[in-house]
T-cell receptor, first 109, second 115 residues
Framework: GQNIDQPTEMTATEGAIVQINCTYQTSGFNGLFWYQQHAGEAPTFLSYNVLDGLEEKGRFSSFLSRSKGYSYLLLKELQMKDSASYLCAVRDEDYKLSFGAGTTVTVRA | GAVVSQHPSWVICKSGTSVKIECRSLDFQATTMFWYRQFPKQSLMLMATSNEGSKATYEQGVEKDKFLINHASLTLSTLTVTSAHPEDSSFYIC???????????FGPGTRLTVT
């Protein structure tokens, strides 16, 4: 089975940096994804890691350590529109995604 | 590229009726489609995986006779919720994948309300 943990909520100030951690214990691993989801909408792809290390993509970066079963999503220069739920998802060898419960990020002015 | 559409975007139906939700990949061939369900303030839960031309594989606890999935072509999968009950009210999201892509592409979701 899959066990994916991430914090429930985080609050940060506009312009700041926030790091969302995700730990996982899975029966198979074929990549880790981060998605952003606004209320009532489908998830949108943010990042993908399959090898250890940091992937940078504009204001968003994602890190993976497979040996530790750990990933984080780093959001820099926060904007109000970044207020959303951020989902950590682990893919298995059958390309199925298992999602964490999501972290609701609230950006305050 | 890689656009997935769903229809309808929302639907209200009476208890006991059936509802069909369509998922289409608009600009690529989806060798695999996935159906998820999301209850309010919860994460996405995978319901089933369907490969074109073969029967869907359902996750544990999902009733295959209640949630009928058809993936008859490389661009279309349908989910039919049969004999819907209020507890089936949820946000249903499909995603599609082509074996050449590393990611899944999500549809915009369908909000089902059963009264």
């Amino acid at each position: 089975g899959q066990n994916i943990d991430q914090p429930t909520e985080m609050t940060a100030t506009e312009g700041a940096i926030v790091q969302i951690n995700c730990t996982y214990q899975t029966s198979g691993f074929n990549g880790l994804f981060w998605y952003q989801q606004h209320a009532g909408e489908a998830p949108t792809f943010l990042s993908y890691n399959v090898l250890d290390g940091l992937e940078e993509k504009g204001r968003f970066s994602s890190f993976l350590s497979r040996s530790k079963g750990y990933s984080y999503l780093l959001l820099k220069e926060l904007q109000m529109k970044d207020s959303a739920s951020y989902l950590c998802a682990v893919r298995d060898e059958d390309y199925k995604l298992s999602f964490g419960a999501g972290t609701t990020v609230t950006v305050r002015a | 590229g890689a656009v997935v559409s769903q229809h309808p975007s929302w639907v209200i139906c009476k208890s006991g009726t059936s509802v069909k939700i369509e998922c289409r990949s608009l600009d690529f061939q989806a060798t695999t489609m996935f159906w998820y369900r999301q209850f309010p303030k919860q994460s996405l839960m995978l319901m089933a995986t369907s490969n074109e031309g073969s029967k869907a594989t359902y996750e544990q606890g999902v009733e295959k006779d209640k949630f009928l999935i058809n993936h008859a072509s490389l661009t279309l999968s349908t989910l039919t919720v049969t004999s819907a009950h209020p507890e089936d009210s949820s946000f249903y999201i499909c995603s599609a994948r082509n074996r050449d892509y590393y990611e899944q592409y999500f549809g915009p979701g369908t909000r089902l309300t059963v009264t």
